[in-house]
């Protein structure tokens, strides 16, 4: 018996879309997705992203007194809070010095009895300013601090009365120099502080540099002389500080 062609491809239709749908329930479509899995599982490491918490450089003064120089450490609280400890050495001079310089060369300061080294140690804060507003590379601060403040005096020379050749009585000066005068040196103790403002130039997970505005002020009630015939009872003033700064 013969069976239609048209019965056959029925048959054959009916199969395979039978088996098609067996093979769907069992095997599902995959996702085309991939993903990969660093072999390394400290390769990222979210700590390399946060800025260094640890800082400490040198800072370089500049004032009506002279020249100065300092360490500093700096401890990160969050992105606007900083703690810091900084020890500063500078000069002071008293606004009525006159620098001269004798037949050799040499400079004088006619009237000076005592030379004095300005020697504070501040714990201070600073607040970062327009941190969402300004790159991390540019980054301004206004800070204050308190500290115990030493103060170093030297003999800077002595006097001998004498009287030149016309009779008239006179008081010689005899300087002394800086490195015996140490030998003759005496530390006074005392309390200050300083406010000022500035910012930071580079990245924060490397080297920077900075520069600030600082006013000093250290009181000193019992008064040190430094030029014949006065004493200084305030020390400090204004100082340019310029700072280089890296990460531990």
């Not at 009506?64 to 450490?73: E, R, T, V």
């Not at 020890?87 to 030379?115: A, H």
């Not at 804060?125 to 301004?140: E, S, V």
């Amino acid at each position: 018996m013969r069976v239609p062609c048209y019965i056959v491809a029925g048959v054959m239709l009916t199969i395979s879309i039978g088996a098609a749908s067996v093979l769907a329930q069992q095997f599902p479509a995959s996702d085309s997705t991939m993903v990969f899995t660093p072999s390394d599982p400290q390769l990222v490491r979210p700590h390399a992203y946060s800025p260094e918490k640890h800082v400490w450089g040198i800072d370089f003064d500049l004032s009506n007194n002279g020249f100065g120089m300092g360490f500093f450490f700096r401890h990160e609280y969050d992105e606007e809070f900083s703690g810091m400890i900084n020890f500063t050495i500078s000069d002071v001079k008293d606004n009525n010095e006159v620098e001269q310089y004798d037949w050799y060369g040499n400079s004088v300061v006619p009237g000076k009895l005592n030379r004095l080294l300005l020697m504070p140690l501040f714990a201070s804060m600073q607040y970062r300013l327009f941190k969402d507003d300004i790159a991390d590379n540019f980054r301004p601060y206004i800070a204050g601090g308190l500290g115990p403040t030493m103060i170093l005096v030297a003999p800077y020379a002595t006097y001998t009365p004498v009287v030149d050749i016309s009779g008239n009585p006179y008081m010689q000066q005899n300087q002394i120099d800086f490195f015996t005068s140490m030998k003759y040196a005496q530390l006074r103790y005392t309390f200050g502080g300083f406010i000022g403002a500035g910012l930071f130039f580079g990245s924060p997970q490397g080297s920077m540099t900075g520069l600030s505005f600082r006013y000093l002020y250290v009181p000193y009630a019992h008064g040190i002389e430094v030029m014949q015939g006065g004493s200084m009872n305030t020390f400090g003033g204004l100082f340019l500080t310029i700072t280089f700064a890296g990460f531990l």
